[in-house]
């Protein structure tokens, strides 16, 4: 199994630094170690994707293109990733993203959710609550040894802020008990540094959720995983552009399409210079910052 520890980062890519263009020459690394040496070759995927966990051949369902979006050939040891909260939204979207690469994809689902369109795109579907730990511990063992953590667990304005907190510290917790690869947490625009940034209008409908988010934020920067925090602005259910962007100024906002921001945390996964850090996730179209906006370099 890969680990990306913190202190793997290239020193210009470090929070706090200035961020330099990726050197010549050096080509993005992917979710598994033959990932940089395929792209170097200019291969595309033509087919099934060869590998130990990730061999999509020996997962259920058929591998479903609806995105259209150019993918690149992982390698043939690509990780398989575990998703909390994939029954819609961001975590729909990157699960059938990621299957459309051939990657393995658990997820974890309410026993009331419907699950039609995950099994469509052959995603292993484990029934459960984040509110419970069990459930939660069941996931990962779903999962097996190894492999990422996705969550974009939140709960709605009726439902107040529980999950938002207490699911996530849940998924937290687990997977600081286990070996795992990278944990993406897709939080909200206004968590964190951010909030004092916030409209009044937006933290007097959203501060509750954005406040629990922000504690369980502070809880996995308390752990020794190989975290990345991703922020995203104004949810809108349309097709991917690719004109998201990554961005750890606080003062950024705007809006983004759900599918972008899962193509953001796909490509997060494969890039281990986004360990440790904090972004905002915004549609270049429509962002907008008092300060001059600079995109994060994230590899391809
Ligand atoms: N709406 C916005 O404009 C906006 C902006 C920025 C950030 N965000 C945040 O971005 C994230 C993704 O948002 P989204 O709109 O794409 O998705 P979403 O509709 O908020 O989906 C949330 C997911 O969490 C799951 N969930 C909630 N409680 C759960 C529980 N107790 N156990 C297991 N699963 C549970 C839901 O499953 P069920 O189907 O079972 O409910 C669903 O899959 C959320 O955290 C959201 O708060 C939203």
Request: charged letters at 25%; aromatic letters at 6%; glycine letters at 12%.
């Amino acid at each position: 199994m890969r680990r990306w520890p913190r202190d793997s980062v290239p020193p210009e890519r470090r929070t706090g630094e200035r961020y330099g263009a990726r050197p010549s020459g050096t080509a993005p690394p992917g979710i598994g170690p033959s990932a940089a040496a395929a792209r170097g070759a200019g291969k595309e995927p033509s087919g099934p994707i060869p590998g130990a966990q990730g061999d999509f051949r020996s997962s259920p369902g058929p591998i479903a293109g609806k995105s259209g979006i150019r993918y690149f050939f992982l390698g043939e040891h690509v990780e398989p990733v575990l998703v909390f909260g994939a029954s819609r939204g961001i975590g729909l979207e990157l699960a059938r993203h990621l299957r459309e690469q051939g990657v393995r994809v658990v997820a974890m689902v309410r026993a009331e959710s419907s699950i039609e369109h995950l099994k469509e795109v052959g995603v292993e579907v484990v029934r459960g609550d984040a509110l419970e730990p069990r459930d939660v511990a069941a996931a990962f063992d779903a999962l097996g040894p190894g492999g990422h953590v996705v969550s974009t667990l939140g709960g709605s304005l009726h439902q107040g802020p529980v999950v938002d907190f207490e699911g996530n510290v849940h998924v937290i917790d687990e997977a600081a008990r286990r070996e795992v690869g990278r944990f993406v947490f897709v939080t909200s625009i206004g968590c964190g540094e951010m909030m004092p940034f916030m409209y009044d209008r937006i933290r007097a409908i959203l501060g509750k959720i954005v406040e629990a988010k922000t504690r369980a934020e502070e809880h996995l920067v308390r752990t020794s995983l190989a975290w990345t925090i991703v922020r995203p602005g104004g949810l809108r259910s349309e097709p991917a552009t690719g004109r998201g962007i990554l961005s750890e100024d606080p003062e950024i906002h705007g809006f983004i399409h759900r599918a972008d921001v899962a193509l953001l945390v796909a490509r997060i996964l494969r890039d281990p210079a986004t360990v440790g850090r904090k972004f905002a996730a915004i549609d270049s179209a429509f962002a907008k910052c008092v300060n001059p906006i600079e995109p994060f370099p994230l590899a391809e």
